[in-house]
């Protein structure tokens, strides 16, 4: 996607050619800035500590990880190490395991003297998936908006809720949720945004929004507590969010506060669609809300804020009681009933076992 009219992917070769350059995504929407990883364990600071964050992008940069560890020892212990500590970095986003166990297939059974070059090409060919499966959605997507748009009157708004940040800045180009946005958008229809600014790191109002602006995409940022309030009043037309894992019989794991938005368009009748790109697809878990692990981040995020003052400085400042408890569960899961259908690179598809394993009988 474009940056003051230049292209950017998230995560590119440096130019010295294996080094690994990201955009910092934690000093967004007010500095845009970008960091070099040249470890495997900077790429795994990167993930744990949200520089760059995402299910699909967290796969492409611990990919990208294992491809410089194996440039500083391509042993059989260095491939192992590498392994654990990148997985260890985020639990929920099965992204990331599945982007580790595919360079591990390629990987181990090359001597270490292949093992580099290797991991270059497949990071970079997962990368390049990434990119292809968004374009995907968005042409899948695309035809949900289009439809929605032919029931209303000509060239009326179609109204779209999303909720945190799918975009492109989730992902290697396109983004998600955003992909059928960007796809509609770029071929004329008169799209609008709802932005949830999504709390605790404001992921939305942070990165979705400042997307959105670079790409012309008309947008309003909300506070996370409005989209029922919308829906009640006919304001939204359709509802898109990503995914961080999808299990088997559809239950969706994502943003928290996900699930809050699912109930009210349930109770609206609001369509509520899920883009799912097929990495994200979990098998080996049926029941997300008892099975999926729910990570817990640090407190701080909830009880500390970011952002530019007066004068044009970036502050961090404290907005709860000192001493006051501070949970921060950073996601949720949207049982199946609640999802009217799954935007994949493979169409739309029912949020149900039989309809995802029929896209993707691989992924058994």
Same mark, same amino acid.
């Given at each position: 996607?474009?940056v003051?009219?230049?292209h ?5 070769l ?14 967004f ?7 070099t990883?040249?470890?495997?364990e900077?790429?795994?600071v990167?993930?744990?500590?949200m520089?760059?964050?995402g299910?699909p992008?967290?796969?492409v940069?611990a990919?990208?990880?294992m ?5 500083q020892d391509?042993?059989?212990?260095a491939?192992?190490q ?10 929920t ?10 360079m591990?297939?390629?990987l181990k ?7 580099a ?8 060919g ?8 968004n ?20 060239g009326?708004v179609i ?5 945190c940040?799918?975009?492109w ?8 949720a955003?992909?059928p946005i960007?796809t ?5 229809l ?8 999504t ?6 109002a ?8 670079h ?8 506070p996370?507590n ?12 359709m ?11 559809? /239950?969706?794991c994502?943003k928290?506060?996900t ?7 349930? /109770?609206?009748?609001v ?16 029941d997300?809300?008892k099975?999926?692990p ?12 970011t ?5 044009g400085?970036?502050e961090t400042?404290?907005?709860v ?7 921060n569960y ?10 009217t259908?799954?935007?994949?690179e493979r ?8 309809a ?6 691989e992924?058994?």
């Amino acid at each position: 996607m474009n940056v003051n009219g230049r292209h950017y992917r998230t995560i590119w070769l440096n130019e010295n050619g294996w080094a690994v350059d990201i955009i910092d995504q934690t000093k967004f929407p007010h500095v845009f800035e970008t960091v070099t990883l040249r470890t495997a364990e900077d790429a795994a600071v990167a993930i744990k500590d949200m520089l760059v964050r995402g299910a699909p992008l967290i796969g492409v940069t611990a990919a990208y990880g294992m491809a410089l560890a194996m440039r500083q020892d391509a042993s059989d212990q260095a491939l192992r190490q590498a392994y654990e500590l990148l997985v260890a970095t985020r639990p929920t986003a099965i992204n990331l395991k599945w982007a580790l166990d595919e360079m591990t297939r390629v990987l181990k059974p090359l001597p270490p003297s292949s093992r580099a070059a290797a991991a270059y090409a497949r990071a970079a060919g997962i990368a390049d998936e990434d990119v292809a499966i968004n374009q995907a959605i968005g042409r899948n997507g695309l035809e949900i908006i289009a439809g929605i748009a032919a029931q209303k009157e000509p060239g009326a708004v179609i109204n779209i809720l999303t909720h945190c940040n799918a975009g492109w800045l989730a992902t290697v180009d396109w983004g998600t949720a955003t992909a059928p946005i960007y796809t509609a958008h770029d071929k004329g229809l008169p799209i609008h945004v709802w932005v949830d600014e999504t709390r605790p790191r404001n992921q939305g109002a942070s990165l979705t929004a400042w997307e959105l602006l670079h790409h012309g995409v008309p947008h309003t940022v909300i506070p996370d507590n409005t989209g029922g309030h919308l829906m009640q009043h006919g304001l939204v037309d359709m509802a898109i969010v990503g995914t961080d894992r999808t299990t088997a019989q559809g /239950d969706v794991c994502n943003k928290i506060g996900t699930y809050l938005k699912a109930l009210a368009a349930h /109770d609206n009748g609001v369509p509520f669609y899920v883009a799912l790109p097929s990495p994200t697809i979990d098998f080996q878990v049926v029941d997300g809300v008892k099975e999926i692990p729910i990570e817990q981040r640090s407190g701080h995020e909830v009880s500390h804020m970011t952002g530019r003052t007066g004068d044009g400085r970036i502050e961090t400042v404290e907005i709860v009681p000192k001493g006051s408890k501070v949970a921060n569960y950073a996601f949720d899961v949207t049982p199946a009933k609640y999802v009217t259908g799954l935007i994949t690179e493979r169409g739309v598809i029912a949020a149900n076992r039989e309809a995802i394993a029929t896209a993707f009988p691989e992924r058994i």
